[in-house]
């Protein structure tokens, strides 16, 4: 079974706050995630890992009345954020929960574990039931 | 092969897929090291598939796959013994069993049981249930790691890697390539045929749309499961379980609409059923449950025969259901046959019957998790005339649902009551007790 694991840098952090952190701090921290990366490759559970750019980048988009687009913002810095994604594919939910505590633990400043918040949900991918 | 495109390649893939678990058990017969023997033979059947349609099907394909199999697994052997060398630990007598490597045209002594070792071997119950079905795809089904990647949507990469990791799990278990004790088998067995229905129900899906693949997975199923039943022909779980199947894939075209979408048993087209496919599956059942033994496969194909057989939903023999359900429900303490078991008990003595039996699931926690309950419950609520429970508990199973056909099918059954237009009438009389809205 298929899940994604979002990641959401919490409210505040705006621009990535991980970008002032000391070289050892930011070297620590993604030495951390490619090795968690690596172990979901070598575990036959990676499906897809995707980071996305800074909320200083993001708009939001709608359709104005001719159908073009007309876009709002950036906002950098006022709400918790998508900082990127994670798809994985499981033999349980227990297993997608335990990957996301262990991301969630990624060391932060002076090697202290972040506690990020990782939403964990289904992805819409199973088969329907034989019978229904 | 899974994507061939024309007759040619097609008939090539099913040779060699048909070879494979010879080969291979011949080959892993030899080598102990199954992981080693698997690999080898992987790469004979890419060599085979890239040099035959070119040169030609070899006169003996089986010596061919073999000679090119072992030449692998030597040519890997003496690199290994080269590094080897300069440590000093020369197992000499390894490399001379090995030097020897058959001709091409040698006729290779096969073992009828090889295909049966492998695929007790590949569904091991120490292997999850994701790595024994990626195994016994590749190594008894004889698909390429990137056709089964395809058809998980997973990158290949990954289920490189799943397989690998399953080889590696079961050589640190220290299973040997041999068949299982007679203490052992029946357990062993019923792993097997657990594995090819999981592997069946993960193809039973819409034809349409991005799970295009998946159907090939049923196909690969039933062909599994004729493998076993010709080793097996005495087994009347096999034979159930290959009826269960057939019966079941005889209403694939019936099963969905043009956009994929889910069509309920009592609303199919009944004449699209593949009555081939009906009359194959109930003469199986028909024979494996005349010699005793019965068990929960030939149940559950006996009762999908039932409903095949009958041309209209309500000549449908439900007493007769009810009363396998029973037999089931008595033999296996599964939540999903209690579920099946109350529709029966409904659509016999009414849905109030069939409601309460639903009560001590609600308890029940292997039920957590799963969707299933509330989707019968609507059912059974929508039976009785009850709409308003009925579309709460549509609604809820909608919500739980990992499937985007089930997900929309549900949806839509909810959203019609709520617009009040439920296009035919409750297939019983509904309930007097019930309240209706």
Known sequence: MKYMMMMHAPQGTGDYAINSWSPEDFEAHIAFLQRFNKELKESGE???????????????????????????????????????????DVDSPERAYELAAKASAAPGPGGVPLYTPIEVRPVMSAPPPVDV | ????????????????????????????????????????????????????????????????????????????????????????TVASDVWAEWAFVPSPDSDVGMDEDDTLVLLFMCCHPVLTPSSAIALTLRAVGGLTTAEIAGAFLVPEATMAQRISRAKQRIKASGIPFNMPTDGERAQRLSAVLHVL????????????????????????????????????????????????????????????????????????????????????????????????????????????????????????????????????????????????????????????????????????????????????????????????QAITHYRAAADRTASIPERNYLTLKAARLAAGQHTREPTLDADPTSPRT
């Open chain 1, 46 to 88: 990676w499906v897809d890992v995707q980071a996305l750019a800074p909320p200083a980048q993001a708009k939001l988009v709608r359709a104005g009345k001719d159908g073009a687009p007309v876009t709002d913002g950036p906002f950098p810095e006022s709400k918790e954020f998508l900082a990127g994604f994670w798809i994985v």
């Open chain 2, 1 to 88: 092969m899974l994507r061939h495109s024309n007759t040619t390649d097609t008939d090539l893939g099913h040779l060699l897929r048909e070879l494979a678990p010879q080969v291979l058990g011949a080959v892993a017969r030899r080598h102990t090291d199954f992981a080693i023997a698997e690999d080898a033979m992987q790469e004979a059947l890419l060599a085979a598939a890239e040099q035959w349609p070119a040169e030609g099907i070899p006169a003996n394909p089986r010596g061919w796959l073999y000679h090119v199999a072992l030449r692998r697994i030597t040519d890997r052997l003496r690199s290994d013994l080269a590094r080897r060398r300069r440590e000093e």
């Open chain 2, 197 to 388: 229905y999981l592997i069946f129900s993960e193809g039973y899906t819409s034809s349409a749309g991005p799970d295009l693949h998946r159907t090939d997975l049923s196909n690969e199923a039933i062909r599994l499961t004729r493998l076993l039943r010709a080793r097996l022909p005495e087994d009347g779980e096999v034979a159930g379980l290959l009826a269960l199947m057939l019966l079941t894939d005889a209403r694939r075209a019936a099963r969905t609409g043009p956009t994929g979408e889910i069509i309920p048993l009592d609303e199919q087209d009944r004449t699209l059923w593949d009555q081939r496919l009906i009359a194959e599956g109930t003469a199986l059942v028909t024979e494996a449950l005349s010699r005793g033994a019965v068990g929960p496969y030939q149940l559950q194909a006996a009762i999908a025969a039932l409903h095949d057989e009958a041309a209209r939903p309500e000549d449908t023999d439900w007493p007769q259901i009810l009363a396998l359900y029973g037999l089931l429900k008595r033999m296996s303490d599964n939540p999903m046959v209690a579920l099946n078991h109350a529709i029966a008990v409904a659509m016999v003595h009414g849905p109030a019957a069939g409601l309460d039996l639903l009560k001590p699931l609600d308890t029940d926690a292997r039920m957590r998790g799963t969707h299933r309950l509330d989707a019968v419950r609507a059912h059974l609520y929508e039976m009785s005339g009850d709409h308003n």
